[in-house]
């Protein structure tokens, strides 16, 4: 009898490939892993909203979003961390002095602080989601805000960094900033996870790319990074798998001994 185990899987760079596809082989393993009674999971940086077509084509419902500030367990909401508000509120003051526009995004949606921007559009358009920022300059008012996007050039975030000691800036374009609760992380929400379920550390898999996944894959007891990944994120992870474009998914489950 197979001991069953939990598996973590980043979105882009790890499921979905360059072009934000999901390929072939990757829908195959993951469905061969649920067939075989293991627990199946995502960690990612995205909100919810933005990969919910994904799960349902996956069918997953255990989820870590917006880099472990949303929590999801078989469809219940297990754990929300929302950014500060009153120091969200001297951010955007400071911010809309500097001309840099904030998307404000919580479990739902994501509203922009100014109606047009062509940084917001540079931006999110690579993330080739249907969805896109309207304009609501009051979103965060009476909402928990679970992060939001700074748009500035590389560098200019410096100044936030400096005075808002609440949040994480973390750069994931060369013209937008996620802002985070500080200290947060994808392994925090893998933990609650884990603990919930009661899986050993042995048992514990996770499969990732990016440098939001650093953290994730130096602490998850098995873990694979991508051939596609930053080189740093390799030298971390216990296995190093082909690159999603070349079935890594399926490559690293086998190399692992789960498929």
Not at 106 to 115: L, Q, R, S
Not at 176 to 184: A, F, Q
Request: negative net charge.
């Amino acid at each position: 009898m197979i001991e069953k185990s939990v598996i973590f899987f980043d979105i882009d760079g790890t499921l979905l490939n360059h072009d934000k596809e999901l390929p072939a082989s990757t829908k195959e393993a993951i469905f061969a892993l649920k067939e075989k009674g293991h627990e199946v999971a995502i960690a990612t940086g995205r909100a919810p909203f933005m990969y919910e077509d994904l799960r349902k084509e996956l069918d997953i419902n255990t989820f870590v979003s917006y880099n472990g500030q949303y929590v999801v367990l078989n469809g219940e909401v297990l754990h929300k961390n929302p950014l500060n508000i009153s120091s969200l509120v001297k951010l955007t003051e400071a911010a809309l002095e500097n001309e840099h526009p904030i998307v404000y995004m919580d479990h739902e949606d994501m509203k922009a602080n100014v109606p047009d921007h062509d940084y917001i559009k540079e931006s999110i358009s690579t993330l080739k989601i249907e969805k896109y920022p309207t304009h609501d300059p009051n979103y965060y008012k009476e909402r928990d805000i679970l992060q939001s996007l700074l748009f500035c050039p590389v560098g200019e975030e410096k100044q936030y960094e400096a005075v808002y000691k609440d949040f994480d800036f973390v750069r994931w374009h060369p013209v937008s900033v996620d802002i985070l609760p500080r200290g947060g992380s994808k392994l925090k929400g893998i933990e609650m996870i884990v603990e919930k379920l009661g899986f050993p550390k042995e048992r514990q898999y996770a499969f990732g790319d990016g440098l939001n996944d650093r953290e994730m894959l130096t602490h998850v007891y098995n873990s694979v990074a991508m051939g596609n990944g930053e080189e740093e994120i390799k030298a971390v992870a216990k296995y190093v798998t082909k690159s999603v474009e070349e079935n890594g998914i399926l490559h690293g489950l086998k190399m692992v001994g789960l498929l």
